[in-house]
């Protein structure tokens, strides 16, 4: 296991044809010393160009690295959040630690930031929820966070070439499953956003809170059987956390078990009429969470913006349930006759979906690709019951989607994890909580 804090690379632009940012401090660029201000990049032909913002360059390369002296901080413009999803946007960001710019594909630029892990989940902690949630909670997060790094890290080692890359796999004609790794990431070791976890620098460190969090757990790591854990989370499992296998890749792991989300021990959910009943009730489980001032402490502003987020419904057109999947997978289906189950865990959410039309009927898996299919954006989670609305002839007129969560379910449910902490919850009986069986481990 890891025996020393390791310095992160973090992907916050990848392929962009510009960068435009601000070194706050002092920076040594280069053979150029204490280089501070705005400045634009661009790549030609496989050279980046780095310039004032009146387009005078003052350096190039394949690759630029920008280095703070004496603490300087350095701002990124533009900096995408909540790609894909419903709460994408942009916004202006500013980070500690290196900056490094790389060309890519003779024509585009990405922009990492070079990081020690302590000071990353400073901001991980502030960015995936607030820091103004209560300290237990945040020191659980932190553990987590720096958890599911380390492993993911060593993951990349043991693979032949170090990429970890999202695996496509169709068994039949009439059969679509994709599994979705921490993508194909080759110049960097992790993203900032939530196809990974969200890291928006110190933009959104308002506190000492997230601080003292990460000092307190200072390479403190969740372990099972001698290995740091996987340790998955999502912003709310619905009451009932999801396995491993029926959302990743088919392998059972100990610690990524369904769990209830409260001190009731819920059953799983085996048959669609255990799905009906138990996403159309409101059971008594932490991530119920409905209080307006506890949420607005809790989570980031953007994420208060989903209030529906335990219980949900989603309603489409037959028509426009048509024309989404169509081009969100990419096949002609015809005329829609009906979404039917084929396989759930035991939080409810599907693994695999049968998709009928009058041209074609594919089955579609697993859990994210469900979520891609049947919204603009991601469907909150596929832990959700289909009522349909039929014409006289039977005709499906209007499918109506009924959910339960925010997310994959599976290990740390993150609204649960806060409530648990208000209720008085310490950070290592939350984390024991969402992955059984696990140890604290204090590794450096």
Not at 49 to 75: A, K, V, Y
Not at 284 to 306: G, H, K, N, V
Not at 370 to 391: C, G, M, N, Q
Request: proline share 3%; with cysteine; glycine share 8%.
């Amino acid at each position: 296991m890891i025996s020393q804090e390791p310095v992160i690379r973090v992907g916050i632009f990848e392929h962009y044809p510009e960068v435009q940012g601000s070194l706050q401090g002092k920076f040594a660029v280069a053979n150029v010393i204490g280089l501070k201000g705005d400045f634009v990049v661009r790549s030609e032909r496989g050279t980046i160009f780095f310039t004032n913002p009146s387009g005078q360059r003052i350096l190039s390369g394949d690759e630029i690295l920008c280095q703070p002296l004496e603490g300087g901080t350095f701002t990124l413009k533009g900096v995408k959040i909540g790609i894909d999803f419903h709460w994408e946007r942009k916004e202006d960001q500013a980070f500690e630690g290196r900056l490094r710019l790389v060309a890519q594909d003779g024509r585009t630029v990405s922009a990492i930031n070079e990081i020690g892990l302590e000071s990353y989940l400073k901001s991980v902690i502030s960015s995936e929820m607030s820091a103004q949630a209560p300290l237990e909670f945040l020191k659980a997060h932190a553990i987590i966070g720096r958890s599911w790094l380390v492993a993911l890290l060593e993951r990349k080692k043991a693979d032949e070439d170090g990429k970890a890359r999202p695996h496509k796999k169709t068994l039949r004609d009439d059969e679509v499953i994709r599994v979705y790794g921490h993508e194909n990431h080759g110049t960097f070791d992790v993203c900032a956003d939530d196809h990974c976890q969200r890291y928006q620098g110190v933009t959104k460190i308002i506190n000492d809170a997230a601080s003292q969090a990460v000092e307190a757990t200072r390479g403190i790591y969740l372990v099972y059987k001698d290995e740091v854990c996987d340790t998955r989370y999502s912003k709310s499992c619905g009451g009932l956390s999801e396995n491993y296998e029926n959302v990743w890749d088919d392998q059972e792991i100990p610690y990524l078990r369904s769990v209830s989300d409260s001190l009731t021990k819920y059953k799983p959910v085996k048959s669609e009429r255990d799905a009906e009943k138990w996403i159309h009730s409101t059971p008594d489980a932490y991530c119920a969470a409905t209080d307006p001032e506890f949420l607005r402490q809790i989570l980031p502003s953007f994420d208060q913006e989903t209030r529906d987020f335990f219980r949900w419904k989603v309603e489409y057109r037959r028509e426009e349930l048509e024309e989404l999947i169509t081009k969100k997978s990419g096949i002609d289906f015809g005329t829609l006759r009906d979404l039917i189950p084929i396989s759930r865990g035991p939080s409810g959410r599907i693994s695999k979906l049968k998709i009928v039309g009058s041209s074609k009927t594919v089955t579609v898996g697993k859990e994210l690709e469900i979520r891609k299919w049947l919204s603009a954006s991601h469907l909150y989670s596929s832990a959700f019951t289909v009522t349909t609305e039929r014409d006289a002839e039977g005709l499906p007129q209007k499918f109506i989607l009924t959910g339960a969560g925010w997310g994959h379910g599976v290990g740390f449910c993150q609204i649960g994890g806060a409530v648990m902490a208000s209720k008085g919850f310490d950070a290592e009986a939350i984390v024991k909580h969402y992955f059984k069986g696990t140890e604290l481990a204090k590794l450096y």
